[in-house]
């Protein structure tokens, strides 16, 4: 059936300044790393998508390596781009990325301009697109010169391969420098990706003060913890989640006696508060306005509407937060 956005979904959503830049961006932002490779039938990619925009989600994050196996889900992205969201395109801000390993030799991996320039041209091809709304480099390259790989991004938005440039992954000082390089480039960097949930807190310590400073704004992946931070876990590891899927990013020994006591305690507050564990973990990282927008998965449409539920109740208050504290210390 021929898709149809629904006419209301921008009545709920919330759309916040990314920095000082002209862009906002929707508080709640989806992501493509899993469920959308050749692994996953394509309908239920469809469906997310679907129901993501339908409730104000403008933005799906995508990378050159997301599958398995990699550049699949750019590839399954584009195929349902093109059947959906062709008429939607100017209301989308799709994001790829590239900086990890994409192909065989030297040129295919890190931050050098030969990689850059190659991967985000079969990027486009993948999802059939003219351009990227914002390219990243995902991870800081500790060989090739920063100016270099920053160059690379520059000559690509001049190319008009991509409007606006981010980073993804790079440490506060290295964030700085790289920042203040672009600016001289001429090509501000919008936007930072680093992970960011109750159980990764290392942003708080420099890095979102560096981004306020500099006007530039920020999106949190996996804000979620890759689910942990969900009922998902409370009652054993369901079949069908990630834990159980043999994910090297999320595997059961990582669901500890120790972390799944946080895990409740966490959930008997999200109760107090009259919301799902979920909705109270990205509340809580959209609590300090320095975050723009939390880049959440979601291997079910239910996921997508807790996460865009989680609006209807965002504020916390200091006993919350120091309760929150204290479960987390
Ligand atoms: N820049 C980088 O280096 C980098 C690295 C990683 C990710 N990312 C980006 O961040 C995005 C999100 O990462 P992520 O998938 O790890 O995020 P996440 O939001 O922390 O975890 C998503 C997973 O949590 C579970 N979940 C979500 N909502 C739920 C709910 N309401 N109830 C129960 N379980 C729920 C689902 O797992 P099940 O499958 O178990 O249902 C879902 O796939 C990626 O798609 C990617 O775009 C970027």
Redesign the pocket.
Known sequence: MVYQADPARYQTMEFRRCGRSGLKLPAVS??????FGDATLVDNSRQLLRRAFDLGITHF???NN?GPPPGSAEHNFGRIFKQDFLPYRDELIISS?AGYTMWDGPYGDWGSRKYLIASLDQSLKRMGLDYVDIF?H??PDPETPLQETLRALDHLVRQGKALYVGL??YPAALAREAIDILNDLGTPCLIH?P?Y?MFERWVEAELLDVLQEKGVGSIA???????Q????YLNGI?S????A?GSR?LNPDQLTDEKLAKVRKLNELAQQRGQ?L?QMALAWVLRDDKVTSV??????T??IE??VGMLANRQFSAEECAAIDAILS
């Open positions: 989806l992501g493509l790393w899993h469920n994050d995508l990378a997301y990325k990243y995902h991870r993804s992954n990706q992970k949930s992946f996996s804000p979620l913890a890759g689910g931070l969900t009922d998902r369901p069908d989640s990630r834990a899927s990013f799902k979920s880049l959440i998965g979601a291997s079910k239910s996921q807790d996460a």
